[in-house]
C-alpha cells in the first residue's frame, strides 16, 4: 500500500511543467545551500578550533601564573560566546535545509546518511553543555576544574568536525548500503557508511583547515594591533598562540591535501580531470595554472609541460583519465572546479612564506620578524585562510556534480518540488548578509572596548572582569 | 516492542525535552517582550537574561537531536513534513537564528541603542519560533501531510484551525512554563518582588494555557478527527494527568510552593505532548505512515539505538552537572549577567 507512495522518492515526474519548477528550483536551492554553508563553515571552523585555542591560552596563564595569558584565553571566550551561538543557529538552519531544499536526498538516503549526523547530536550536545559551562564558570568554577571544563568542548569539536565531513566524504565516496529493486536502501551497515573511503583524508583536511583558519584569522587581527603601535605583552602573546598554532597545520595541511588529490583521482576521476582541467584522457598531462575550457580544449593560462602527470604518478608517463571519459551531462563545470582548486592550492602555498618567515626569525633570535613586511602579510592570512577553504569547499562540491550522491542520486532528482524557492533564496541572502555583517561589528565593537579599557583601564559595562581573575 | 516503536519512543523523549526546557526558553524571549519600557523591564529583563543565558544553547539542541533522529530513522517522514511545510518550517528556521543571534548579541553590545534593538529581534522571534513550529506540529497532527516530495499543499496544509491553534499553544504554553520557572529562580534569588512579578503572570499564562488547549479539543473535534478519536481514548489518561498536573501546579503556585509548582508545570506540558504521540500511535503522520512502514532498516535502527545509549551515558551526566551548577548560582557572577546600559542623555527618547 505504502510502496507506491514511496517510489516517489525514487523517481521525478517526467511531467515538463514539473522538469522547468526544478531547474528553476535546483538553481536556487544550490544557490541557498552555497550561500548557507558558506558561512556556517566559517563559524564550524571557530567553533572546532578556537576553543582550542582559548584552552591554550588558559592552560599557558595557568602554568605560568602569566594574568596576561588568562586574560586572552577570558577574552576570546567572549568572542566564542558569540560565533558558537551565531553558529548554533546557523548549523540549525543546515539541518532545516535537509529537507526544505533536498527532500529527495533525505527521504531516500536518510537511512544511511543520517547516521553520521546522529553521531554530531551526541558531539554538539557535549559542545554546547561545556561551552556554557566553561563561559559562564570563570568566576566560580576553581582554576584547574574550569581548564577541564574545556576540554571536553575541545574534544566535541573534534568528534563533530569526524562526523559531519564524514556525511560529506560519503557524498563523494557512498557506502554502507544495499539498494532493492526500486531503488530504495534495502540494508545499511553503519560502519561502512562511517568509515567510507573518503573519510580519512577529507576529515583529517578538515580539521586541518579549522586551525589554520581560526589560527591565522585571530593572529590577523593582533598583526593589525602590532602594526598600530599596540607592542604589550598580551598582543605579543595572542599573535604568537594563534600564529603558531597555524603554522604548524600550514605544511601538514599541504601534506594531506597531496594525498587527498590522488584519492579523489582515483575514487572521483572525472572530479580530479575537471580540478586539473584535463578533457582527454592520456600521459604527460601539464599542470595548468588559470584559464577555461572552451569545446573541450584550454584556453589562457599557463600549461606547465608533464607536471600533473608528475605529481599524481610521480611520472612523466602516468595517464589521468579526461573529463570526455564520460558524456556531458554527467561532467562537472570545470572551469569553476579548476579555477577554484588553483586558488586553493595556490593560496595555501602562498601562506608557507610568512610562516616561514617566522619560524627562522624565531629559530635564530626567539623574536617575531622586525620587518613591519611580516606584520602586513601576516595581517592578510586570515582573510586568505579563509578564502582558500571555501576555495576547497566549492572544489569537492561542484567537482561532486551533477551528483549529490557520487554515482548515485542527482542533485536535481533530490531537490524540493515545493514552489517559491527563489523567495526563499531571496529571504535567506538578506537575512545572512546582515547576520554576517552584526557578527562582524559586534565582535569589532567587543575588541574596540577592550582596546579602550585597556588604554583607560576604564569600567566597561561588558567588559571582563580583568582585576578578579580567579 | 519493535525497533521503529522503540526510536519513536526516543525521537518522543526528545521533543517532549525540547518542550520542556527549549520551550521554556522562547517564554523567556515572550515575557521579555512585554517587559515594558527600558527602566521598568531593567529587573525582569536581567533575570531572563541570567536564566536563558547558560542553558539556552543546550535546550535548543534537543530539536537538532530530534530533527536528526527523525531524518535517519523515518527518512520518508522528514522528507515528506519538510518538503510540504517549506513556509512555517523556513519562518522557524528563520526565528531560530534571529532569536539566538539576537540574544548573544544583546549581551555583548556596549550601547543602549544595540541592546533595544537585538533585544527586540529576540523578544519578537522567540514568539514566531514556537509559534511556526507548533503549527507545523498541528498539520502534522491533523494528518495533512502526504508522503512524498512536496505532495501536500504549501499553504491549505498548515493555515488551518488545528495550526493556527496548535501554534498559539506552543506560545501559551511557552510563556507559561518559563513564568513558572522564573518565579523559582527569582525565589532563588530571594527577589521577593520579582517572585510576585512573575507569580501573577505565571497565574494568568497558566489559566490562559488551560483554556486554550479546552477550546482546542473542540477544534481538534472538529478539524482533525483521527486524533481527537485517539485523545479521547487511548491518550486520554495522558489529557487527565496534564489536566491535573496544571490544576495543581496553578494551586501550589498561588500558595508560594515554588519548586513542586515547577515539577507539575513541566509534567502538564510533558504529557500533553506524550499524549499526543499515544494518540495518533502507530502513525507516524496520520493515516499516510506508519512507524512500521516508514522506519529505516534494521541498521540504521540498531546503529541509533547503539548511539542513543551513548548519549544518555554522556549527555545525561553532563546536562546534570550543567543544571546543578546553574541552579547552585555557580555559573554567574555579580554584575555578569545582562544589564541595561545606563541611559545616557542622547540616548533617552
Not at chain 1, 538516503?109 to 559551562?133: D, K, N, R, S, T
Not at chain 1, 607536471?307 to 608517463?317: E, Q
Not at chain 2, 496553578?250 to 500533553?272: E, K, M, Q
Not at chain 2, 493515516?287 to 541498521?299: C, E, K, Q, S, W
Request: glycine residues 10%; neutral net charge; aromatic residues 10%.
Amino acid at each position: 500500500m505504502i510502496a507506491p507512495a514511496l517510489a516517489g522518492f525514487a523517481t521525478v515526474s517526467p511531467a515538463a511543467t514539473v522538469a522547468a519548477a526544478t531547474a528553476a528550483n535546483l538553481l536556487a536551492a544550490r544557490t541557498q545551500m552555497a550561500i548557507t554553508l558558506g558561512f556556517h563553515i566559517v563559524l564550524a571552523c571557530l567553533g572546532v578550533a578556537f576553543p582550542a585555542l582559548m584552552l591554550l591560552a588558559e592552560w599557558r596563564g595557568r602554568r605560568h601564573a602569566d594574568p596576561d595569558a588568562l586574560l586572552l584565553a577570558q577574552r576570546w571566550s567572549k568572542v566564542v560566546a558569540v560565533t558558537f551561538a551565531v553558529g548554533a543557529v546557523s548549523g540549525t538552519v543546515l539541518s532545516f535545509e535537509m529537507g526544505l531544499l533536498w527532500p529527495g536526498l533525505i527521504g531516500r538516503f536518510g537511512a544511511a546518511f543520517g547516521i553520521p549526523f546522529a553521531l554530531e547530536g551526541i558531539a554538539f550536545f557535549l559542545e554546547a553543555i561545556f561551552v556554557a559551562i566553561y563561559l559562564y564558570g570563570w568566576r566560580h568554577l576553581g582554576g584547574r576544574a574550569h581548564l577541564l571544563s574545556g576540554v571536553p568542548i575541545a574534544l566535541a569539536g573534534a568528534v563533530g568536525t569526524f562526523s559531519v565531513v564524514t556525511a560529506n566524504a560519503w557524498m563523494n565516496a557512498p557506502a554502507g548500503f544495499t539498494l532493492d529493486a526500486n531503488g530504495q536502501v534495502a540494508s545499511v551497515a553503519p560502519l561502512g557508511v562511517l568509515f567510507n573511503g573518503a573519510t580519512g583524508y577529507e576529515v583529517v583536511h578538515m580539521f586541518l583547515a579549522a586551525f589554520m583558519v581560526t589560527g591565522f584569522l585571530v593572529a590577523s587581527v593582533y598583526a593589525v594591533a602590532l602594526l598600530r603601535g599596540h607592542r604589550d605583552h598580551a598582543t605579543r602573546l595572542a599573535f604568537l598562540l594563534t600564529f603558531s598554532v597555524a603554522v604548524v597545520a600550514t605544511p601538514l595541511q599541504i601534506a594531506v591535501g597531496d594525498v587527498a588529490a590522488r584519492a579523489v583521482r582515483d575514487q572521483q576521476p572525472v572530479k580530479f580531470a575537471a580540478m586539473e582541467l584535463i578533457n582527454r584522457t592520456g600521459s604527460h598531462q601539464p599542470e595548468t595554472i588559470g584559464g577555461i575550457l572552451v569545446d573541450g580544449h584550454v584556453v589562457g593560462g599557463l600549461a606547465i609541460p608533464d607536471v600533473a602527470s608528475l605529481l599524481s604518478g610521480f611520472s612523466p608517463d602516468a595517464v589521468i583519465a579526461g573529463l570526455n571519459t564520460v558524456p556531458q551531462d554527467q561532467q562537472p563545470p570545470a572551469d569553476v572546479v579548476h579555477l577554484a582548486w588553483n586558488a586553493m592550492v595556490g593560496i595555501g602555498t602562498l601562506l608557507l612564506v610568512p610562516a616561514a618567515w617566522f619560524v627562522l626569525a624565531w629559530w635564530r633570535r626567539r623574536e617575531l620578524p622586525r620587518s613591519p613586511w611580516f606584520l602586513r602579510l601576516a595581517s592578510l592570512t586570515g582573510i586568505a585562510a579563509v578564502l582558500a577553504m571555501e576555495a576547497g569547499w566549492i572544489v569537492t562540491e561542484v567537482g561532486r556534480q551533477p551528483w549529490l550522491v557520487y554515482d548515485v542520486l542527482r542533485t536535481s532528482d533530490a531537490v524540493t518540488q515545493a514552489p517559491g524557492i527563489v523567495v526563499s533564496l531571496v529571504l535567506t541572502s538578506a537575512l545572512y548578509l546582515v547576520l554576517a555583517m552584526t557578527t562582524l561589528l559586534v565582535i569589532a565593537g567587543m575588541a574596540r572596548r577592550w582596546q579602550h579599557a585597556a588604554l583607560s583601564d576604564a569600567d566597561v559595562p561588558y567588559g571582563p572582569r580583568e582585576a578578579t581573575l580567579p | 516492542m519493535s525497533a521503529p516503536d522503540l526510536v519513536a519512543i526516543v525521537l518522543w523523549a526528545g521533543l517532549t525535552l525540547y518542550a520542556v526546557l527549549g520551550g521554556a526558553d522562547f517564554g523567556g524571549g515572550f515575557w521579555d517582550l512585554v517587559a515594558g519600557g527600558d527602566e521598568q523591564g531593567r529587573a525582569p529583563r536581567a533575570l531572563i537574561d541570567l536564566a536563558i543565558g547558560p542553558v539556552w544553547e543546550a535546550n535548543h539542541t534537543w530539536l537538532i537531536f530530534d530533527l536528526v533522529i527523525l531524518w535517519t530513522a523515518f527518512p520518508q517522514a522528514f522528507a515528506s513534513v519538510m518538503s510540504t511545510l517549506f513556509v512555517p518550517l523556513t519562518l522557524a528556521a528563520f526565528g531560530i537564528v534571529l532569536r539566538g543571534s539576537g540574544f548573544a548579541f544583546r549581551k555583548v553590545v556596549g550601547r543602549l541603542a544595540g541592546q533595544r534593538l537585538f533585544g527586540a529581534v529576540f523578544a519578537i522571534s522567540s514568539l514566531l519560533t514556537p509559534f511556526f513550529l507548533g503549527a507545523a506540529l498541528g498539520a502534522i497532527a491533523s494528518g495533512r501531510i502526504p508522503v512524498g516530495n512536496a505532495v501536500g499543499d504549501p499553504w491549505a496544509s498548515w493555515l488551518t484551525p488545528t495550526s493556527l491553534l496548535t501554534g498559539v499553544l506552543a506560545v501559551a504554553g511557552s510563556a507559561y512554563l518559563a513564568a513558572v520557572y522564573f518565579v523559582a529562580d527569582a525565589r532563588r534569588r530571594g527577589d521577593v518582588e520579582l517572585e510576585a512579578y512573575f507569580r501573577r503572570r505565571a497565574l494568568a499564562a497558566g489559566l490562559v494555557t488551560g483554556a486554550l488547549a479546552l477550546v482546542g479539543l473542540a477544534v481538534l473535534h472538529a478539524d482533525a478527527t483521527y486524533l481527537f478519536e485517539g485523545l479521547t481514548s487511548r491518550g486520554l489518561p495522558l489529557i487527565l494527568l496534564s489536566v491535573a498536573c496544571g490544576g495543581l501546579a496553578l494551586v501550589l503556585l498561588a500558595r508560594g510552593s515554588v519548586h513542586p509548582a515547577r515539577g507539575f508545570a513541566a509534567g502538564a506540558v510533558a504529557a500533553v505532548v506524550v499524549g499526543w504521540g499515544v494518540a495518533q500511535y502507530p502513525y507516524l503522520l496520520p493515516t499516510t505512515l506508519t512507524l512500521a512502514a516508514g522506519a529505516a532498516p534494521v541498521g540504521t535502527l540498531a546503529a541509533l539505538t547503539v548511539i542513543t545509549i551513548v548519549a544518555a551515558l554522556l549527555i545525561g551526566p553532563s546536562l546534570g552537572l550543567l543544571f546543578v551548577l546553574d541552579q547552585r548560582s555557580r555559573l554567574e557572577a555579580e554584575g555578569e549577567g545582562f544589564q541595561w546600559t545606563s541611559v545616557s542623555p542622547h540616548e533617552r527618547r
